[in-house]
């Protein structure tokens, strides 16, 4: 089985400042990595994602990630944010080769002050 | 092409009813899976189905079952509601072993 922690539940940040979101997953097997999107009232979507080759992977809307086996750790970063980045983000991990069936942490709340 | 959409939005129900959630893929994927999100949690996988057979059940009790239909449009039932089955329950469609599109959800609240 797989977990997702994201490491903090909250992160507040000034518009145009950059920002790094935490996610450390746990996996006896090899993995696939997402990090998922929800502005609110709405459901996901998909920002980007880890399967294989290049461990930096770049996504929508300025986002990349950076995937590091030895620390197990998927985190997310965009080097200048806009207000209308405000929203819940979610890491997520699935088996690889499975049905890809994701297992979600608990969301960071990104919080963009003008 | 049409995404996921899912229906109703919001549904308020009373403890001990059942209730019917409606989920349609988006045009070409054979594949929907269900998730429960409570409020400040991420969502929890309930089930998938795949060609109409149900192909992966999360931690959820019995009283949440499914069905998909023959167009891979898919119903999402709880039965015996519970103050704690109160979440966003989430749809996404998908092709097997392919990354999953969401739909925006639909609020359930028991009161």
């Known amino acids: 089985a797989q977990s997702v922690t994201q490491l903090d539940s909250q992160v507040p940040v000034f518009e145009e400042a950059p920002v790094e979101l935490r996610c450390n997953y746990s996996?006896?097997?090899?993995?696939?990595l997402f990090w998922y999107v929800q502005y609110p009232n709405q459901g996901l979507q998909l920002l980007l994602k880890?399967?294989?080759?290049?461990?930096l992977v770049k996504g929508i809307n300025g986002f990349e990630a950076e995937f590091n086996k030895s620390q197990t750790s998927f985190h997310l970063r965009k080097p200048s944010v806009h207000i209308s980045d405000t929203a819940e983000y979610f890491c997520?991990?699935?088996?690889?080769?499975?049905?890809?069936?994701?297992?979600f942490g608990r969301g960071t709340s990104l919080i963009v002050h003008p | 092409e049409t995404g996921v959409t899912q229906s109703p939005t919001h549904l308020i129900k009373t403890r001990g009813q059942q209730v019917t959630l409606r989920c349609s893929s988006q045009?070409?994927?054979?594949?929907v899976s269900w998730y429960q999100q409570a409020l400040g949690q991420g969502p929890q996988f309930i089930f998938q189905?795949?060609?109409?057979?149900?192909?992966g059940r999360g931690n959820f009790p019995p009283r949440f079952s499914g069905l998909q239909f023959p167009n891979y449009s898919s119903e999402l039932n709880v039965n015996a509601l519970e103050l704690d089955d109160s979440a966003l329950y989430l749809c996404?469609?998908?092709?097997?072993?392919?990354?999953?599109?969401f739909g925006p959800g639909t609020r359930l609240t028991v009161t």
């Open positions: 996404a469609s998908s092709l097997p072993f392919y990354e999953q599109y």
């Open positions: 996996s006896s097997v090899s993995v696939y």
């Open positions: 880890y399967l294989s080759g290049s461990t």
């Open positions: 997520a991990v699935s088996a690889s080769g499975g049905s890809y069936i994701p297992t």
């Open positions: 045009s070409g994927h054979n594949t």
């Open positions: 189905y795949y060609r109409e057979e149900e192909n």
